[in-house]
């Protein structure tokens, strides 16, 4: 993990997930220590790698529900999260690229679910990809495995943009997050994440609380 400077004052602290990486307490506890030492620095998340993707045959299950609450807590964590995509994105890099706010990619990106005995890994990657996708969309990734471009993953909104200055576009994007109060873009996620599962009625109350926060926040001369 390195701490990343010189975007007109903001500060990012980074973590890389190479996709050929097998999930391991080590990566579970390394994602924690990211969101540990979030504080109101951006994430950055630098994915990828040119090896296949390893399989998931010796891992335990308890290692898999760990692994999946690093996930959740890098996904509600309060500070802005930014994916770097560089080569092929799979295995767990994939599953982190999911759980981010902003994702860059280059043109020779490709993104493929991870594998287990050479089958799709049936984990919350695929309750992630339904959601952000809709179940016809995501069809070809979760049932077979489907390797896609980085300008495919952009038309389906998988990555934000595809640039051949990936640090340029992330210094861009380092700052322009730097600018948001960390507390509040977890609000305005948590509102976005639960929003297909609950109905109007029940989730007005919590917009009606979200929208008082900035009224109070406005009134006081509080700015991010």
């Not at 994602?31 to 109101?40: P, T, Y």
């Not at 996930?71 to 759980?99: F, K």
């Not at 280059?106 to 984990?123: D, F, H, K, V, Y």
């Not at 340029?168 to 996620?189: K, Y």
Request: glycine share 10%; aromatic share 4%; charged share 20%.
């Amino acid at each position: 993990m390195s701490v990343e400077h010189g975007w007109s004052g903001s500060t990012a602290r980074a973590l890389e997930v190479d996709s050929a990486q097998p999930v391991t307490p080590s990566l579970v506890q390394a994602v924690h220590r990211l969101c540990d030492e979030a504080a109101d620095a951006v994430l950055v998340l630098r994915l990828g790698g040119a090896d296949e993707p390893s399989g998931r045959a010796d891992l335990a299950i308890d290692v898999v529900g760990k692994w999946e609450q690093a996930l959740r807590r890098l996904e509600r964590v309060a500070s802005a999260t930014i994916a770097v995509v560089d080569g092929r994105c799979a295995g767990p890099a994939l599953e982190v690229l999911l759980a981010c706010d902003y994702r860059i990619g280059t043109p020779g990106s490709r993104l493929m679910l991870p594998l287990a005995a050479g089958e799709p890994w049936p984990g919350m990657v695929v309750y992630r990809l339904a959601n952000q996708l809709g179940v016809a969309t995501a069809r070809q990734l979760v049932l077979f495995g489907a390797e896609i471009t980085g300008r495919h993953a952009a038309r389906l909104n998988l990555l934000d943009e595809v640039t051949d200055d990936p640090d340029g576009a992330l210094a861009a994007q380092v700052e322009l997050a730097g600018g948001v109060a960390g507390t509040e873009l977890a609000i305005r996620r948590r509102l976005l994440l639960e929003a297909q599962g609950i109905s109007f009625e029940d989730a007005l109350g919590t917009h009606l609380a979200a929208c008082d926060r900035v009224l109070r926040r406005t009134a006081a001369g509080v700015t991010p």
